[in-house]
């Protein structure tokens, strides 16, 4: 396989990488869920960069500076690290259209299922959208995936987040069980000779 690959794995925060506490306000309520380390060193090893894409609207709220933010994405990649993988980057939108104070209330193209995040991670980290994946717990990451034309894999989900124009390749109870599938897939796809 090649390690420079254009395909990403953009992955959702909360719900699909780290336990989803509501708000995520305190470093303390960091939690990796299981199976997340190696599902992400699998796609790795298959070449796909992994890259976050994630909705913070605490910021917008005022719960949460995007300082703090920062230290606790620094202790995820750190947490990561620790057990062998990296994350490519960590995209937040902390935006909300009609909640939060100053500059942060706002209609913005960064907070999903618009695309800012992965414009500026696809400038940025050289990447190819379409022939990616959006991994996400909520209809506003298969909504995404539609928008860019990447196929959408839905953690923990359930009929009633699909949407029109998305395609689903899989409905999966966890990441590692994603991991599988895109890889499978991609696989499956590349024989084809479909890229």
């Known amino acids: ?55 913070q609207s605490a910021v917008a709220r005022g719960w949460l500076s995007e300082k703090d933010l920062r230290k606790i994405h620094d202790a995820l990649n750190a947490a990561l690290a620790q057990s062998g993988v990296q994350l490519d980057g960590i995209y937040y939108c902390p935006h909300h259209p009609t909640e939060g104070n100053g500059a942060y209330r706002m209609h913005c193209r960064c907070r999903k299922p618009d695309i800012g ?57 966890d990441l590692w069980q994603a991991a599988r599938w895109i890889i499978e897939h991609d696989q499956c796809t590349e024989k084809k000779g479909v890229v």
């Not at 396989?1 to 719900?15: E, I, Q, T």
């Not at 306000?25 to 190696?38: F, S």
């Not at 034309?149 to 029109?164: D, E, K």
């Open 1 to 55: 396989m090649a390690s420079n690959r254009s395909k990403a794995v953009f992955l959702d925060r909360d719900g699909t990488l780290i336990r989803d506490v509501g708000y995520l306000r305190r470093m303390e309520q960091l939690e990796i869920l299981p199976g997340v380390p190696a599902a992400l060193r699998v796609l790795r090893q298959h070449g796909f960069k992994l890259v976050v894409v994630s909705n």
């Open 117 to 173: 995040m992965i414009e500026r991670a696809s400038a940025e980290l050289g990447l190819v959208p379409e022939d990616s994946y959006v991994v996400g717990d909520q209809r506003t990451d298969l909504e995404l995936a539609a928008r860019i034309g990447a196929i959408a894999i839905l953690v923990r989900g359930n009929g009633s987040a699909m949407t029109a124009g998305a395609t689903l390749g899989a409905i999966v109870p």
